[in-house]
T-cell receptor, first 108, second 113 residues
């Protein structure tokens, strides 16, 4: 079993839909990161969470430490949101353990 | 543009060869991380340096080594290359050792033939 599990693996949505991507982890963590990887390969760090909820524009990330679960929500999705979204958990030594990613495709 | 630069962008080489990947962190960032992204394994943490010292080690093979220089740029050396080493290699940087945000470089795509 992977230490970081994401679901779904693939997601296709229509423009404007509300999207949720889930991440569960089995290790103790200091923080959880959500990353976005564009089709060209570039990676952008979206959020770092250690508790609660963070919002940036149409993106919202939540974490439940007791349940070892995090969600990334995208409101009013747009084709430019099409990317791979990767959950990563931060260990106490600074290393990151990554999920396999969720490939999101938003159709116009 | 994250401010992290990586060279070269693409590298094609043969099995058994040795290559060096270079990373320049954002101005002021002291910590550099190296990651490998292959099709079958996904993203994996290789190694972290902080202000010239190795700070954390992940799934880095013995054939691979890295260092961070006094000017804070870092190099990842891959030797005795195998077909399975073909991957995207990312460098990321942050101000501190346990960062709020890591800034990723554009990556180096290594193809081993």
């Amino acid at each position: 079993k992977n230490e970081v599990e994401q679901s779904p693996q693939n997601l296709t949505a229509q423009e404007g839909e509300f999207i949720t991507i889930n991440c569960s982890y089995s290790v103790g963590i200091s923080a959880l990161h959500w990353l976005q990887q564009h089709p060209g390969g570039g990676i952008v760090s979206l959020f770092m969470l250690s508790s609660g909820k963070k919002k940036h524009g149409r993106l919202i990330a939540t974490i439940n430490i007791q349940e070892k679960h995090s969600s990334l929500h995208i409101t009013a999705s747009h084709p430019r949101d099409s990317a791979v979204y990767i959950c990563a958990v931060g260990g106490s030594q600074g290393n990151l353990i990554f999920g396999k990613g969720t490939k999101l495709s938003v159709k116009p | 543009d994250s401010g992290v630069t990586q060279t070269p962008k693409h590298l094609i080489t043969a099995t058994g060869q040795r290559v060096t990947l270079r990373c320049s962190p954002r101005s002021g960032d002291l910590s550099v991380y190296w990651y490998q992204q292959s099709l079958d394994q996904g993203l994996q943490f290789l190694i972290q340096y902080y202000n010239g010292e190795e700070r954390a080690k992940g799934n880095i093979l013995e054939r691979f080594s890295a260092q961070q220089f006094p000017d804070l740029h870092s190099e990842l050396n891959l030797s005795s290359l195998e077909l399975g080493d073909s991957a995207l290699y990312f460098c990321a940087s942050s101000v501190v050792a346990l960062p709020d945000t890591q800034y990723f470089g554009p990556g180096t795509r290594l193809t081993v033939l």
